[in-house]
């Protein structure tokens, strides 16, 4: 059970816009910004989302990050096959001195 | 081209000791903080430990489930990180990552198998 909570699952058909939660506390997200990955299998893991809501030169615009009191999500407009993989939430928790993921979210494009 | 390269994974049994090393190319390795994440076969990235050199000081964290067992390290000189993991459990088995931090781990290497197994 990851200390930052994300619903296991998430779909959507092309050109809808999907939205992913992610839920932790005070010592986490309360205090700390949050970061977004997208995680291929047998790849790399890619930054999406910085500092709640912030894109690394090179992500579309189509992903966007938002960050309210111990919760955050992350959007993606315009879905797109590609879009297809694991996402991930991250950030520092003051209690475990540690940082921390979400669960992870799979989405699938229908 | 910014590159993290991961290398020393392999099969062993528990109990067993093992180090990962990463090398570092295309960026000023010494300004970073550096990290290890893993994931275990089927399950989510984990974050495992992070290193950053402050002047003569070695500043390190690792997570509860390796406290004791793992040690990280780096040297600047040579533009490497290091992951000792001694006293190694089955649950250790895990695709191991190094990332570089700069508010976000903006760099990953491509991971490192490392499987725990009699």
């Known amino acids: 059970q990851s200390v930052l909570t994300q619903p296991p699952s998430a779909s959507g058909t092309p050109g809808q816009r999907v939205t992913i939660s992610c839920f932790g506390s005070s010592s986490n997200m309360g205090s700390h910004t949050v970061n977004w990955y997208q995680h291929l299998p047998g790849t790399a893991p890619k930054l999406l989302i910085y500092l709640?809501?912030?894109?690394p030169s090179g992500v579309p615009d189509r992903f966007s990050g938002s960050r309210s009191g111990t919760s955050a999500s992350l959007a993606i407009s315009g879905l797109?096959?590609?879009d297809e993989a694991d996402y991930y939430c991250e950030a520092w928790d003051d209690s475990l001195n540690a940082m921390i993921f979400g669960g992870g979210t799979k989405l699938t494009v229908l | 081209?910014?590159?993290?390269?991961?290398?020393?994974?392999?099969?062993?049994?528990?109990?067993?000791s093992l180090r990962l090393s990463c090398a570092a190319s295309g960026f000023t390795f010494s300004n970073y903080w550096m990290h290890w994440v893993r994931q275990a076969p089927?399950?989510?990235?984990?974050?495992?430990?992070?290193?950053?050199i402050d002047g003569s000081r070695t500043r390190t964290t690792y997570a509860d489930s390796v406290k004791g067992r793992f040690t990280i390290s780096r040297d600047n000189a040579k533009n490497m990180l290091y992951l000792q993991?001694?006293?190694?459990?089955?649950?250790?088995?895990?695709?191991?990552?190094c990332a570089r931090?700069?508010?976000?781990?903006?760099?990953?290497?491509?991971?490192?198998?490392?499987t725990v197994s009699s």
């Not at chain 2, 081209?1 to 067993?16: H, N």
């Not at chain 2, 990235?45 to 950053?52: A, G």
């Open chain 1, 52 to 55: 709640d809501n912030q894109r």
């Open chain 1, 80 to 82: 797109q096959s590609e």
């Open chain 2, 42 to 52: 089927g399950k989510g990235l984990v974050w495992v430990s992070r290193i950053y």
């Open chain 2, 85 to 97: 993991m001694n006293s190694l459990r089955a649950e250790d088995t895990a695709v191991y990552y």
């Open chain 2, 101 to 114: 931090y700069y508010l976000g781990m903006d760099v990953w290497g491509q991971g490192t198998t490392v």
């Open chain 2, 1 to 16: 081209e910014v590159q993290l390269v991961e290398s020393g994974g392999g099969l062993l049994q528990p109990g067993g």
